[in-house]
């Protein structure tokens, strides 16, 4: 999370509900409407609306003190009652600023060490694994089933069917979740991709253990902590060229002048 701006939380509470046309709906007659029983007293219900705004808002994974959880309170406690900032955000701001980014580089760097920690202890779990193959860049790959066809080269574009998820088993990205294969041009991929799915041929299955050096490292992305090591489940179904980048158009010939 980086702060933009002093202290600006969006939440996003999204409702979704389905709607039936009358044309489409059968011709009875409904019974009288009964409201259901409410299970939650509204209190309780705003009290998990807080628990969002902390959520997803990301405040949460900063540990604040005792001390400044109250200080947050009150001021959240302030803009809900429609006062005026507690101080001059002119002024306040490049202070605030530098607090929160000091909090997030705090946070970052304890979760950085954790991911270390639970990787280097996966790695050494992994070594009973005698199917698992460690290549001299770190990246470890099993062959779960051999293709019948081709390998495909560091330039080629691949269609495959994969399922991405952390060491802790929790699912990052899959192609199901379009429905369709995926298909990428290796060149434009993180590296443990690219090493590691020359490592299979056509039709077959491979699994693909990639420490944090060869994928997202100590950035990591939306899903994948920073310093994360990422498993791989990756079924190649087609292997193509990828094309040449269009040509730049050619510049207009400038027109004959007259002697």
Do not use: H
């Not at 946070?107 to 280097?120: D, F, I, R, V, W």
């Not at 990246?139 to 080269?153: A, F, H, T, W």
């Not at 994948?224 to 193509?240: A, H, M, R």
């Amino acid at each position: 999370m980086k702060i933009e701006k002093p202290f600006v939380c969006v939440v996003l509470l999204a409702v979704s509900g389905a709607l039936v046309r009358a044309d489409d709906a059968p011709k009875v007659t409904p019974p009288a409407a009964v409201a259901p029983a409410a299970s939650f007293t509204d209190a309780q219900k705003i009290e998990e609306v807080g628990w969002i705004i902390a959520k997803r808002s990301q405040l949460a994974d900063l540990k604040f003190s005792a001390d400044e959880t109250a200080a947050l309170m009150k001021g959240f406690s302030s803009a809900m009652d429609g006062k005026p900032a507690p101080y001059e955000l002119a002024k306040i701001g490049p202070e605030v600023d530098a607090l929160m980014q000091a909090k997030q580089a705090s946070y970052m760097g304890e979760l950085k060490q954790q991911n270390a920690t639970q990787s280097a202890a996966f790695f050494a779990k992994l070594k009973e694994n005698k199917n698992v193959v460690e290549s001299p860049t770190g990246l470890r790959y099993e062959i779960v089933s051999p293709g019948q066809g081709p390998y495909p080269k560091a330039t080629d574009t691949v269609k495959v069917n994969y399922t991405g998820t952390l060491v802790d088993g929790t699912e990052f990205d899959s192609s199901a979740r379009s429905g369709q294969p995926a298909e990428f041009a290796l060149s434009g991929v993180i590296a443990g991709w690219t090493e590691g799915i020359q490592k299979i041929n056509k039709g077959g299955k491979i699994r693909l253990y990639v420490p944090s050096s060869l994928a997202y490292g100590d950035e990591g992305r939306t899903g994948i902590p920073p310093g994360s090591t990422l498993i791989f489940d990756v079924e190649l179904l087609d292997i193509q060229p990828t094309p040449p980048p269009a040509a730049a158009p050619a510049a207009a010939a400038a027109p004959a002048t007259g002697g």
